[in-house]
């Protein structure tokens, strides 16, 4: 998904067509950025709403425990006449494939990243060599989680919004 992209030192154009229709032309930047910025913040959002959220002082994921006003979470959803449960730390990370500690980091990286780079500009870059491989194990971790957490337990299939094909 990022692979690649950091090496490039000039913005590579792009075409974007639908349905055969050229729609956008331009610099490859001028999609890439906001994309990947977008899943970064939603990522965050399926997390809070998922009932887990990051203590970034101590890089650790915790359980929300109340919710503020207005705040959607996964509780507020039933099926069966039964509300969903919050997911539980232990829960989002025994989901995660490989080491616990890679998957609770990757979690607190995508929503530091979330916070720190991308909701509002704060000094001194999140300092972690393997932030890159970490965000994209969060990403993938989250729609696992949201797959299992919420769609699994309403009974209703996952929509697919897999890409079907990429060519560099």
């Known amino acids: 998904m990022l692979d690649g992209t950091s090496t490039w030192e000039n913005p590579k154009e792009m075409e974007i067509y639908i349905e ?36 970034l002082k101590n890089g650790t994921i915790e359980e929300v425990k109340k919710r503020k006003p207005g705040d959607i979470g996964i509780e507020m959803f039933q099926h069966d006449g039964r509300h969903l449960e919050r997911v539980t730390k232990e829960e989002a990370l025994s989901k995660y494939p490989g080491r616990r500690e890679d998957a609770e980091r990757s979690l607190v990286i995508t929503i530091a990243h979330a916070h720190r780079s991308i909701a509002h500009l704060t000094e001194g870059p999140i300092e972690d060599p393997g932030s890159i491989d970490l965000l994209i194990l969060g990403a993938k971790g989250v729609l696992a989680l949201v797959h299992d957490f919420l769609y699994v337990r309403l009974g209703i299939p996952t929509p697919d919004y897999s890409i079907k094909q990429i060519k560099p």
């Open 20 to 55: 055969g229709k050229l729609w956008i032309k331009g610099n490859h930047r001028a999609i890439t950025n906001p994309t990947v910025e977008s899943g970064i913040i939603h990522s965050r959002v399926l997390l809070e709403f998922l009932g887990l959220r990051a203590d």
